[in-house]
C-alpha cells in the first residue's frame, strides 16, 4: 500500500512503476572551453549562411550574437542551439500582408521548415500550437480591437519514449506573414545514451513534494497541495546553461488550495534518480546544484 | 538611467513560497547598465512602493519614493489579476492594485511584473483594469497574460538584451521565450499619444526613447505564447 502524504491530493494519473530510465549525456559534456569556442564558430558560420546574415556579429561569451535592423541571429555556446529571428514580422502588433497561417497549416510549415533545416535526431513529438494576439484600445469607453497577428507552433523533444520537459528542450517556431518562417528558436542539446539509472518511487517524490519549503507554511496553515500532473522524463537546463546530463525528474503541476492567491500554482521538477550531493553536482548545470529535493529552474 | 527592484519569496503562509525571485530581480538589476536607485526583498517589499500617494483604502502609497521615482522598476514575485502580492501587510493590503497605482506622473517609464497573470487580457478587460486608469506617462506595463513560473534568470536575460540594444519589448518577449514553456504567454500594455513612439523604446543609452505619453490617445497590448 503506498504511503500518500497528508494534505497532498494527487489529482493525476501516476505511473506506478517507472522502472529504470535511461540516462543521456550531452554531447559537449567532457569537451574543453578550447573546443566548445572552436565549435561555436563553426556553427555561428554554419548559421550565418543558412540565415543570410551579413553584419558585424559580437561575441557575448555565451553565445554570439548579431542584432540588425531587420534580422538578429544568436548561436549559443553551451548547447547546439540557435535563435533566428526576422524583425520585420516578429513580435508585430498588425497582421501581416501575406496572412497567418492556421493552425494545421502552421505546424505541417513548422515541421517542414524544422525537418529541412536543422534534420533533428531526436523525435520531436510533443506539440503545441500558440499565438500571438494584439488589441487596441482608443478610449475607456470604446471596445478594443483584438487580432490574431501570429501563430507560434513549439515541438517538443521525446527521449526513450519520455518528454524532455524545460527550456532547454523547445523548438519554437512562428508565422507573422505567410507561409515564411518570422522567427525560429531552435533550443537543442545532442544526447548520447549512458547506461541507465533506478528511478524513485512516484510516491517517495511526492513525499519531497510536501516537504519542500514553497510549502511546509501553507501545509502548516491546513492548505492543501492538489497535484494535477505527475510526469516522468527529463529536465534540460535554459540553452545559455551548460549541462553535462539530462536530469531525469518528475515535473509536479498543481495548485495550493485554500491560498489567498486566486490561482496559487506550482510547477517544478523532482530529480527522478535518488543522487547524493556528489553524484548531484556531477550531473549537474552551473556552479550550484541548488538542492536535492526539488528545482524550478537552473 | 534609474532602476529599481523589489521582491518576495516569502508569503507568510498567506500563499506559497518562492525561491528564485530574490536570484530573478537581482540579476536584472545588476546586469542592466544603469544607476541602481533600490533593491527591497521580503518583508521590505511593499506593495505601497507601487502605489499613488493617497489613493486607495488605506491611503499608504508612496511611489513617488519608489516605483515612479526610477526609470524602471522590477517586481518579482506572486501576481493575480488584482495585483501584485507581497508578504507583508502591515502598512497596507499586500496587493499593489491597479486602482491604486498612478504610473509616470513621477519618472517611470518602464514597470516590469514578474509574476502571475497581471496582464490577462479577458476579452479586453485588461485595458479597463490597468490601462486607462493607470497610464500617467509610464510608457509600458510588463508582463504575463498566464501564469508564469519561479525561475532564476528572465531578470538578467532581460537585462543582456536590453544592453545589447534589442527594443524593450523585444527584450522582455525573448527573455519571456527563453525561460517559460509554451504554457504560459507573455503580455504587455503601452501608451501612445501624438508626438509620442513607444513602439520602438530602448533602453536609455542603447537607442531611441519615446517622450513620456502623458494624456494618451491610445492603448495597445500584445500577447504571445512563450
Known amino acids: 500500500m503506498p504511503f500518500i502524504p497528508k494534505q497532498v491530493y494527487i489529482d493525476a494519473e501516476i505511473e506506478e512503476r517507472p522502472g529504470p530510465i535511461s540516462v543521456y549525456r550531452t554531447a559537449n559534456g567532457g569537451t574543453s572551453s578550447r573546443e566548445l569556442r572552436q565549435g561555436l564558430l563553426r556553427r555561428w558560420e554554419r548559421w550565418r549562411e543558412v540565415f543570410s546574415i551579413d553584419g558585424e556579429a559580437t561575441d557575448l561569451g555565451d553565445r554570439i550574437a548579431f542584432l540588425g535592423e531587420s534580422t538578429a541571429l544568436e548561436v549559443y555556446l553551451a548547447s547546439e542551439s540557435v535563435w533566428w529571428t526576422d524583425r520585420t514580422k516578429a513580435y508585430r502588433e498588425d497582421p501581416g500582408e501575406g496572412g497567418v497561417p492556421d493552425d494545421d497549416q502552421a505546424v505541417h510549415l513548422a515541421r517542414r521548415f524544422i525537418e529541412t533545416t536543422f534534420a533533428p535526431a531526436v523525435d520531436l513529438t510533443d506539440v503545441v500550437v500558440g499565438e500571438q494576439v494584439a488589441s487596441v484600445s482608443t478610449s475607456p469607453d470604446a471596445e478594443p480591437r483584438s487580432q490574431r497577428v501570429a501563430v507560434a507552433v513549439t515541438l517538443r523533444p521525446v527521449v526513450s519514449g519520455r518528454p524532455v520537459f524545460g527550456p532547454g528542450a523547445k523548438v519554437r517556431v512562428s508565422f507573422a506573414d505567410g507561409a515564411e518562417p518570422s522567427d525560429v528558436a531552435y533550443f537543442s542539446r545532442s544526447l548520447e545514451p549512458d547506461g541507465e539509472a533506478e528511478t524513485l518511487h512516484p510516491y517517495q517524490a511526492l513525499e519531497r513534494l510536501r516537504r519542500d519549503r514553497r510549502f511546509t507554511d501553507v501545509i502548516a496553515a491546513g492548505m492543501e497541495l492538489h497535484v494535477r500532473r505527475f510526469q516522468l522524463g527529463y529536465y534540460s537546463a535554459a540553452p545559455n546553461m551548460f549541462q553535462r546530463y539530462l536530469i531525469p525528474v518528475y515535473l509536479a503541476e498543481g495548485v495550493v488550495e485554500g491560498s489567498e492567491l486566486d490561482a496559487d500554482l506550482f510547477r517544478l521538477y523532482l530529480p527522478a534518480v535518488d543522487m547524493d550531493a556528489r553524484s548531484m553536482k556531477e550531473v549537474s548545470v552551473r556552479a550550484n546544484p541548488t538542492v536535492l529535493s526539488s528545482f524550478t529552474s537552473f | ?226
Open chain 2, 1 to 226: 538611467m534609474t532602476i529599481g527592484i523589489e521582491w518576495v519569496n516569502n508569503y507568510h503562509s498567506s500563499s506559497s513560497n518562492l525561491s528564485n525571485n530574490d536570484n530573478n530581480a537581482r540579476g536584472f538589476y545588476n546586469r542592466l547598465q544603469g544607476q541602481r536607485m533600490f533593491e527591497y526583498g521580503d518583508d521590505l517589499a511593499w506593495d505601497q512602493d507601487f502605489e499613488e500617494k493617497g489613493a486607495g483604502t488605506p491611503p499608504a502609497g508612496g511611489d513617488q519614493l519608489y516605483a515612479d521615482h526610477v526609470d524602471i522598476v522590477f517586481f518579482s514575485g506572486h501576481g493575480s489579476r488584482s495585483g501584485a502580492s507581497f508578504g507583508v501587510k502591515t502598512f497596507d493590503d499586500g496587493v499593489a492594485r491597479a486602482s491604486n497605482m498612478l504610473l509616470g506622473n513621477g519618472d517611470l517609464e518602464w514597470l516590469v511584473i514578474d509574476g502571475c497573470e497581471m496582464l490577462a487580457d479577458d476579452n479586453g478587460q485588461v485595458f479597463s483594469r490597468w490601462g486607462w486608469p493607470t497610464f500617467r506617462g509610464v510608457h509600458y506595463i510588463l508582463g504575463f497574460h498566464t501564469v508564469a513560473y519561479d525561475v532564476k534568470d528572465r531578470g538578467e536575460k532581460f537585462a543582456d538584451r536590453l544592453n545589447q540594444g534589442w527594443t524593450v519589448r523585444e527584450a522582455w518577449m525573448r527573455a519571456c521565450i527563453e525561460s517559460e514553456d509554451a504554457n504560459v504567454s507573455y503580455a504587455y500594455l503601452r501608451a501612445d499619444q501624438p508626438g509620442t513612439d513607444t513602439f520602438n523604446d530602448h533602453w536609455h543609452g542603447k537607442g531611441f526613447v519615446s517622450a513620456d505619453p502623458r494624456n494618451p490617445t491610445v492603448l495597445c497590448y500584445l500577447r504571445g505564447t512563450c
